[in-house]
């Protein structure tokens, strides 16, 4: 029997089809033993990707808690018409501490909030006029 593209394209499509949707688990040792690689893969790398996002964006973490809604226990409660009322002071103490820790971390990578740009734009005017240092 010679075999040609289209033989062997079948024979391909009927291997693959008697494998489909069997469980690696299901294929004897050496597919548990693939099951078991992969899934510490997987692991690996979602634990890698946390630690390359943490070191990319530090606050993430404390970000995500935040957009979950994230509130201490007993600083809230729930109303007739199912709303959350939240103590003003504990929603404001949430969100400056959330700013300072967030700006001390941005700070510390080299990002700029839009008034240290604004003052380093008037530093560089006031240097080309010769004023650099002066008092305002």
Known sequence: MK???NKLD???????QEHRGTPMKDRGVKGQQIAREREHENIENTRKEKQRKEKLYPGVKELMSLSRGVIAEGEMEEDDDDYIKVKRDAFHRLLTEQNEELAKRCNDIGMKTLQQYLNIA???ADA???????KK
């Open 122 to 124: 008037n530093a560089f």
């Open 3 to 5: 075999l040609t593209k």
């Open 128 to 134: 080309s006029k010769g004023k650099f240092g002066d």
């Open 10 to 16: 079948a024979l391909i499509r009927e291997v693959i």
